[in-house]
Protein backbone atom coordinates (compact mmCIF):
# COMPACT_ATOMS: atom_id res chain seq x y z
CA UNK A 1 0.00 0.00 0.00
CA UNK A 2 1.66 3.53 -0.91
CA UNK A 3 1.34 6.53 0.60
CA UNK A 4 -0.97 7.99 -2.20
CA UNK A 5 -4.16 7.37 -0.32
CA UNK A 6 -3.28 9.62 2.25
CA UNK A 7 -4.15 12.11 -0.18
CA UNK A 8 -7.36 10.94 -0.29
CA UNK A 9 -10.86 11.88 1.27
CA UNK A 10 -11.42 7.68 1.66
CA UNK A 11 -14.91 6.70 2.09
CA UNK A 12 -15.18 5.39 6.00
CA UNK A 13 -17.17 2.70 4.85
CA UNK A 14 -14.28 1.74 2.55
CA UNK A 15 -11.15 2.16 5.19
CA UNK A 16 -10.35 -1.22 6.26
CA UNK A 17 -7.78 -1.51 8.92
CA UNK A 18 -4.83 -2.29 6.21
CA UNK A 19 -5.83 1.30 4.20
CA UNK A 20 -6.52 3.16 7.89
CA UNK A 21 -2.83 1.83 8.86
CA UNK A 22 -1.18 3.03 5.35
CA UNK A 23 -2.77 6.32 5.81
CA UNK A 24 -2.47 7.02 9.37
CA UNK A 25 0.21 4.98 10.72
CA UNK A 26 -0.18 1.75 13.28
CA UNK A 27 -0.77 2.46 16.97
CA UNK A 28 1.74 1.81 19.14
CA UNK A 29 1.01 -0.70 22.53
CA UNK A 30 3.42 0.26 25.46
CA UNK A 31 4.07 -2.85 27.95
CA UNK A 32 3.44 -0.48 30.64
CA UNK A 33 -0.24 0.87 29.74
CA UNK A 34 -3.86 -0.83 29.32
CA UNK A 35 -4.31 0.51 26.25
CA UNK A 36 -3.06 1.77 23.10
CA UNK A 37 -1.08 4.94 21.74
CA UNK A 38 -0.25 7.13 18.93
CA UNK A 39 3.27 8.50 18.69
CA UNK A 40 5.45 11.09 16.48
CA UNK A 41 8.64 12.70 16.94
CA UNK A 42 9.15 14.18 20.08
CA UNK A 43 11.40 16.97 17.84
CA UNK A 44 8.19 18.05 16.65
CA UNK A 45 7.27 19.26 19.76
CA UNK A 46 6.49 23.18 20.38
CA UNK A 47 6.60 23.87 23.94
CA UNK A 48 8.59 20.68 24.64
CA UNK A 49 11.14 21.87 22.48
CA UNK A 50 11.72 25.09 24.23
CA UNK A 51 11.73 23.11 27.73
CA UNK A 52 14.02 20.17 26.53
CA UNK A 53 17.18 22.56 26.42
CA UNK A 54 16.10 23.99 30.31
CA UNK A 55 17.85 22.72 32.86
CA UNK A 56 15.15 21.53 35.48
CA UNK A 57 12.39 21.17 32.75
CA UNK A 58 10.16 18.29 32.27
CA UNK A 59 11.09 17.77 29.35
CA UNK A 60 15.37 18.43 29.81
CA UNK A 61 16.70 14.90 29.13
CA UNK A 62 13.32 13.59 27.70
CA UNK A 63 13.02 9.86 27.12
CA UNK A 64 11.50 10.22 23.76
CA UNK A 65 14.68 11.70 21.96
CA UNK A 66 17.15 9.21 23.06
CA UNK A 67 18.18 6.38 21.95
CA UNK A 68 15.04 3.62 21.37
CA UNK A 69 13.32 6.33 19.86
CA UNK A 70 16.02 7.35 17.24
CA UNK A 71 15.70 3.48 15.76
CA UNK A 72 15.45 4.26 11.98
CA UNK A 73 12.15 2.06 12.20
CA UNK A 74 10.94 3.85 14.64
CA UNK A 75 11.64 7.27 13.04
CA UNK A 76 10.50 6.15 10.05
CA UNK A 77 7.13 5.31 11.97
CA UNK A 78 7.05 8.42 13.16
CA UNK A 79 7.49 10.50 10.25
CA UNK A 80 4.80 8.70 8.32
CA UNK A 81 2.16 9.59 11.33
CA UNK A 82 3.32 12.86 10.92
CA UNK A 83 2.69 13.44 7.88
CA UNK A 84 -0.30 11.78 8.00
CA UNK A 85 -2.22 14.45 10.29
CA UNK A 86 -2.42 17.00 7.46
CA UNK A 87 -4.71 14.21 5.66
CA UNK A 88 -7.96 14.74 5.17
CA UNK A 89 -8.60 10.90 5.92
CA UNK A 90 -6.76 10.98 8.77
CA UNK A 91 -9.85 11.38 11.46
CA UNK A 92 -11.92 8.57 10.04
CA UNK A 93 -8.83 5.87 9.75
CA UNK A 94 -7.76 6.91 13.31
CA UNK A 95 -11.49 6.15 14.45
CA UNK A 96 -11.27 3.13 12.14
CA UNK A 97 -7.87 1.61 14.05
CA UNK A 98 -9.21 2.78 17.19
CA UNK A 99 -12.27 0.70 17.03
CA UNK A 100 -10.68 -2.33 15.76
CA UNK A 101 -8.46 -2.71 19.15
CA UNK A 102 -11.60 -3.28 20.91
CA UNK A 103 -9.91 -1.48 23.97
CA UNK A 104 -11.60 1.24 26.01
CA UNK A 105 -8.53 3.11 27.00
CA UNK A 106 -6.71 5.52 24.68
CA UNK A 107 -3.24 7.54 25.57
CA UNK A 108 -2.09 10.20 22.39
CA UNK A 109 1.69 10.51 22.44
CA UNK A 110 3.77 8.58 23.68
CA UNK A 111 5.76 10.51 21.97
CA UNK A 112 5.01 14.34 20.90
CA UNK A 113 2.46 16.44 21.47
CA UNK A 114 0.02 18.27 19.56
CA UNK A 115 1.19 19.99 16.58
CA UNK A 116 -2.04 22.87 15.96
CA UNK A 117 -5.11 23.60 16.66
CA UNK A 118 -6.57 22.07 14.04
CA UNK A 119 -5.09 18.63 15.40
CA UNK A 120 -6.69 19.16 18.98
CA UNK A 121 -10.00 19.69 16.85
CA UNK A 122 -9.30 16.53 15.10
CA UNK A 123 -8.44 14.58 18.86
CA UNK A 124 -11.77 15.91 20.02
CA UNK A 125 -13.57 14.70 16.82
CA UNK A 126 -12.27 11.18 17.61
CA UNK A 127 -13.42 10.95 21.12
CA UNK A 128 -16.64 12.55 19.89
CA UNK A 129 -17.13 9.62 17.98
CA UNK A 130 -16.07 6.85 20.00
CA UNK A 131 -17.94 7.19 23.71
CA UNK A 132 -17.31 4.01 24.41
CA UNK A 133 -13.19 4.82 24.30
CA UNK A 134 -11.63 6.87 27.26
CA UNK A 135 -9.34 9.05 26.19
CA UNK A 136 -5.84 10.83 28.14
CA UNK A 137 -3.79 13.58 26.49
CA UNK A 138 -0.94 14.64 28.05
CA UNK A 139 0.07 17.88 26.73
CA UNK A 140 2.10 21.32 27.64
CA UNK A 141 0.27 23.34 24.47
CA UNK A 142 -1.54 25.51 26.98
CA UNK A 143 -1.90 28.16 24.62
CA UNK A 144 -4.23 25.60 22.56
CA UNK A 145 -6.51 24.11 25.42
CA UNK A 146 -6.95 27.51 26.20
CA UNK A 147 -7.84 28.22 22.66
CA UNK A 148 -10.05 25.50 22.91
CA UNK A 149 -11.76 26.23 25.84
CA UNK A 150 -12.51 29.80 24.80
CA UNK A 151 -13.94 28.99 21.99
CA UNK A 152 -16.08 25.42 22.72
CA UNK A 153 -16.01 24.98 26.55
CA UNK A 154 -15.83 22.16 27.41
CA UNK A 155 -13.90 18.94 25.84
CA UNK A 156 -15.39 15.37 25.44
CA UNK A 157 -16.85 13.50 28.74
CA UNK A 158 -14.91 10.96 27.71
CA UNK A 159 -11.22 12.81 26.96
CA UNK A 160 -8.99 13.89 29.73
CA UNK A 161 -6.85 16.63 29.00
CA UNK A 162 -4.02 17.26 31.64
CA UNK A 163 -1.82 19.85 31.26
CA UNK A 164 1.46 19.33 32.08
CA UNK A 165 3.76 21.77 34.47
CA UNK A 166 6.84 23.14 32.99
CA UNK A 167 9.01 22.47 35.53
CA UNK A 168 9.79 19.22 37.97
CA UNK A 169 9.00 20.24 41.57
CA UNK A 170 6.48 22.59 39.81
CA UNK A 171 2.93 22.74 41.42
CA UNK A 172 -0.21 22.37 39.12
CA UNK A 173 -0.90 24.91 36.59
CA UNK A 174 -3.52 26.70 38.18
CA UNK A 175 -7.23 26.98 36.72
CA UNK A 176 -7.17 23.78 34.32
CA UNK A 177 -9.50 20.94 35.69
CA UNK A 178 -6.78 18.02 34.88
CA UNK A 179 -2.93 19.00 35.32
CA UNK A 180 0.25 16.34 35.65
CA UNK A 181 3.46 17.23 37.45
CA UNK A 182 6.95 15.72 38.20
CA UNK A 183 8.38 15.18 42.02
CA UNK A 184 11.82 14.87 42.08
CA UNK A 185 12.52 16.73 45.61
CA UNK A 186 9.45 17.81 46.93
CA UNK A 187 6.34 15.96 48.04
CA UNK A 188 4.01 14.56 45.08
CA UNK A 189 0.80 16.95 44.51
CA UNK A 190 -2.67 14.97 44.99
CA UNK A 191 -2.78 11.46 43.22
CA UNK A 192 0.94 9.79 42.77
CA UNK A 193 1.82 7.36 40.09
CA UNK A 194 2.16 3.99 41.54
CA UNK A 195 3.67 2.46 38.51
CA UNK A 196 7.50 2.50 39.62
CA UNK A 197 5.84 0.64 43.12
CA UNK A 198 4.43 -2.25 40.65
CA UNK A 199 7.25 -2.86 37.52
CA UNK A 200 6.84 -0.02 36.23
CA UNK A 201 3.00 -1.10 35.04
CA UNK A 202 -0.13 0.35 35.11
CA UNK A 203 -1.88 -3.13 36.33
CA UNK A 204 -5.14 -2.07 37.37
CA UNK A 205 -4.92 1.73 37.85
CA UNK A 206 -7.00 4.30 35.16
CA UNK A 207 -5.92 7.42 37.08
CA UNK A 208 -4.66 9.34 33.81
CA UNK A 209 -7.64 9.37 32.05
CA UNK A 210 -10.02 9.92 35.39
CA UNK A 211 -11.42 13.22 35.48
CA UNK A 212 -12.13 13.20 38.87
CA UNK A 213 -8.55 13.26 39.52
CA UNK A 214 -7.24 16.49 39.26
CA UNK A 215 -3.37 16.08 39.23
CA UNK A 216 -0.97 13.05 38.94
CA UNK A 217 2.10 13.77 40.04
CA UNK A 218 5.03 11.47 38.41
CA UNK A 219 8.49 10.50 39.99
CA UNK A 220 10.97 11.94 37.77
CA UNK A 221 13.12 8.91 36.98
S1 LIG B 1 -1.11 7.19 37.41
FE1 LIG B 1 -1.88 5.11 37.08
S2 LIG B 1 -2.67 5.13 34.97
FE2 LIG B 1 -1.31 6.91 35.16
S3 LIG B 1 0.70 6.18 34.44
FE3 LIG B 1 0.65 5.95 36.70
S4 LIG B 1 -0.01 3.83 37.05
FE4 LIG B 1 -0.55 4.36 34.90
Redesign the pocket.
Known amino acids: MSYTVMNFAVPKSKLSYKIAAAIAGNLGKPSK?PGFTYGISAKLCKIGAKLAKIPGSVCFDCYALKANYQYPSVTKAHDKRERSLSSISWVDSMITLIEKTKNPYFRWHDAGDIQNFQHLLDIVRIADSLPGVRFWLPTREKALILKYRDTFGDFPANLCVRLSAAMVDAKPLAGFENTSTVHANANPCG?E???YKQGNK?LD?????DKTIQN?SYRKH
Open positions: MNCIACCRACWI
